[in-house]
C-alpha cells in the first residue's frame, strides 16, 4: 500500500475525520486570530493617525485664532505665530500625504494642499492691507477649516467603522464553533451512532439465532467495515459451528439409543449364529439340500444382521482412541490397501497425489483407515465400471486436506444436507445400512476435523477431509504400519 492509499485509508476512519475537523477549526480559529489582532493593528494604527487628523485641524484653527488677533490689533507677533501654525499644519499634511490620497483621493489632497498655500499667502499679505485682501483671507481660511474638519470627520468614521468590524468578531467565533459542533455531531451521529445502532440491531439479531450475513449499506468508514466484516465472519463462523452442533447432537442422541438397542439384539443375534452353525455342523447329514440352504441363509442373515450391530455400536462409541502422529500418504495407502481387491473388480481407475512430505496427522490409525474405508467404498458403488477415483493430500494452514474424488453419479442437491444423518441411505432396501457417512463424520469430529462435500449430479462427488496436523514434538512416534486391517468396512451412503 502506498503512501496515497494509506492516506485515502486513513481519512476514511473515524480518528482521522475527526482529527481533520479538529485541524481545520484549529486553523479557521488561526485565521480568525491572526485577523483579529491584524484588525486590532490597524484600528490603533488609525487611532494614531486620527490623532495627528487632529492636529492637523487644530494648527488651522490656532492659525485662524492669530489671523483675528492681527486683524483686529495687527503686530509681526501675531503673523509670526500664525504662519508657525501653518508651517505645523503643512508638517502634517506631508506627513499624512499617503493616508490623505487614500482617505479622500488625490485630487481632495491636492485642492488642500493648494488652499493651504493660499491661505499662507493671504495671512502674509495681512498686515496694511485692503479690506478685499482681509475678505479673501477670512474666506480662504474658513474654506480651509471646513477642509480639515471633513477629512477630521471622514477619517472618525472610518474609524468607527473598522471598530464595528471588530466588534462582530466574536459572532463570527461563535458561529465558527457552531458550525464545528454541528459537522462534529453529524460526523459523530453517522459514524459512530448510526453504525453502533445497527451493530446493536445486528447482535440482536444473533442472539435470537439469525447467522445471515450483514448488509453495510455502503458504510466507508474504516473501523465501521472491518467491524462489520468481522460481524460477517462471526455470523458465517456460528452458522457452521451451528449446524456441526446440531449434527453432533443428533448423533450423539441416536447414538445413546442404539448402543442399548444392538446390546439388547446382539446376544440374541449371537445366540441365532451358534445354532445354525451348530445345526449344521451336527445335523446335516439329516437335512435335505433345501434345510441346508435355509440354515446356511440363516447364518448369512444373522452375521449381515452382526455386522449391523458392530457398526451401531462403533457409531455410538464414545470413548477417546489413542492418538499418534501418522503419515498421511501411510493412512491413504494402507487404507486402499484394504480395498484392493473390490477397486480391481470393479474396472475402475485409482489416482493416489498424497505426497510423502506432507506434515503428520494426529490421529488413530484403524479409525482413519475406517473414514476412508467408507468414502472409498461409496466412491466405487457410486462409480460405473471406466469411471475414475482420484485421493490427493494436500497442506491446508493447521490442517491436512485429504481429497477422494470420483466420476459417479453425484448427489441430488435435496439430498446434500442429509447425508450425514444417521440410517439417511438412498440405496435399495438391504444394500444400504445409513451409517457409513455418520460413523465417518463422527469419528473426523473425534479427531478434531471437519468433512465437507461438493456434488453435482452427473458430475460426480468429492469429499474434503481436513485433519489437523500433529505437534510437531521432538521425538514424537510415528506409527507406520499399515495393519490394523480390522477396521469394517461397507458403510455406505
Known amino acids: 500500500m502506498n503512501s496515497v492509499e494509506r492516506l485515502k485509508v486513513f481519512f476514511n476512519s473515524i480518528k482521522g475525520k475527526i482529527l481533520t475537523l479538529f485541524l481545520v477549526a484549529f486553523l479557521v480559529a488561526c485565521g480568525l486570530?491572526?485577523?483579529?489582532?491584524?484588525?486590532l493593528a490597524a484600528v490603533s494604527e488609525r487611532l494614531h493617525l486620527s490623532e495627528r487628523y487632529d492636529d492637523l485641524f487644530n494648527a488651522i484653527l490656532e492659525a485662524r485664532r492669530y489671523e483675528k488677533n492681527l486683524l483686529i490689533y495687527g503686530g509681526a507677533e501675531s503673523l509670526r505665530e500664525g504662519l508657525l501654525y501653518l508651517d505645523q499644519a503643512e508638517a502634517a499634511v506631508d506627513s499624512l500625504g499617503d493616508d490623505l490620497a487614500n482617505l479622500a483621493g488625490p485630487k481632495v489632497l491636492a485642492a488642500f494642499q493648494k488652499t493651504l498655500a493660499q491661505y499662507r499667502e493671504d495671512l502674509?499679505?495681512?498686515?496694511?492691507?485692503?479690506d478685499v485682501a482681509k475678505d479673501n483671507a477670512r474666506s480662504t481660511g474658513k474654506l480651509l477649516v471646513g477642509m480639515a474638519e471633513q477629512l477630521s470627520r471622514t477619517k472618525r468614521d472610518r474609524i468607527n467603522k473598522t471598530i464595528f468590524e471588530v466588534s462582530l468578531l466574536p459572532f463570527?467565533?461563535?458561529?465558527?464553533?457552531?458550525v464545528f459542533m454541528a459537522i462534529l455531531v453529524k460526523v459523530i451521529a453517522q459514524s459512530l451512532l448510526k453504525p453502533l445502532g445497527m451493530i446493536g440491531q445486528i447482535t440482536a439479531r444473533v442472539a435470537k439465532g439469525d447467522f445471515s450475513p450483514v448488509d453495510?449499506?455502503?458504510q466507508h468508514i474504516v473501523e465501521i467495515s472491518g467491524l462489520l466484516d468481522a460481524l460477517n465472519r462471526m455470523a458465517m463462523e456460528l452458522t457452521a459451528?451451528?449446524?456441526d452442533l446440531l449434527q453432533a447432537r443428533k448423533i450423539a442422541a441416536i447414538g445413546t439409543l442404539t448402543a442399548g438397542i444392538a446390546h439388547e439384539?446382539?446376544?440374541?443375534?449371537?445366540?441365532?449364529?451358534?445354532?445354525?452353525e451348530t445345526l449344521l455342523e451336527t445335523h446335516a447329514d439329516n437335512l435335505d439340500e433345501d434345510g441346508q440352504e435355509a440354515a446356511r441363509d440363516i447364518l448369512s442373515q444373522a452375521e449381515r444382521a452382526g455386522e449391523i450391530v458392530r457398526n451401531l455400536l462403533d457409531f455410538s462409541r464414545t470413548e477417546k482412541a489413542k492418538f499418534s502422529p501418522l503419515s498421511p500418504d501411510v493412512v491413504v495407502k494402507s487404507s486402499l490397501a484394504l480395498l484392493k481387491n473390490q477397486i480391481l473388480i470393479s474396472g475402475l481407475t485409482m489416482n493416489v497425489d498424497v505426497p510423502h512430505g506432507l506434515d503428520k496427522v494426529a490421529g488413530n490409525l484403524r479409525h482413519l483407515q475406517q473414514v476412508f474405508l467408507n468414502l472409498l467404498q461409496n466412491a466405487v458403488q457410486a462409480t460405473p465400471a471406466g469411471g475414475r477415483i482420484d485421493v490427493s493430500g494436500r497442506d491446508a494452514s493447521d490442517f491436512i486436506c485429504f481429497i477422494v474424488r470420483d466420476s459417479g453419479?453425484?448427489?441430488?442437491?435435496?439430498?446434500?444436507?442429509h447425508i450425514f444423518e444417521p440410517f439417511f441411505t438412498t440405496k435399495e432396501v438391504g444394500k444400504g445400512t445409513g451409517l457409513g457417512l455418520a460413523v465417518t463424520y463422527s469419528i473426523i469430529k473425534r479427531h478434531g476435523g471437519r468433512i465437507e462435500v461438493e456434488s453435482e449430479p452427473g458430475q460426480g462427488t468429492a469429499f474434503y477431509v481436513f485433519l489437523p496436523k500433529a505437534a510437531k514434538a521432538p521425538g514424537a512416534p510415528l506409527q507406520e504400519s499399515a495393519g490394523a486391517a480390522d477396521g469394517e468396512a461397507g458403510h455406505d451412503l
Do not use: H, M, R
Open 409 to 417: 453419479k453425484g448427489i441430488d442437491p435435496k439430498n446434500l444436507s
Open 33 to 39: 486570530t491572526a485577523l483579529n489582532v491584524w484588525t
Open 265 to 276: 439384539i446382539n446376544n440374541p443375534l449371537n445366540n441365532i449364529v451358534l445354532s445354525a
Open 216 to 218: 453495510g449499506g455502503g
Open 172 to 178: 463570527a467565533y461563535l458561529g465558527v464553533f457552531l
Open 241 to 243: 459451528n451451528q449446524e
Open 124 to 130: 502674509s499679505s495681512l498686515e496694511g492691507a485692503g
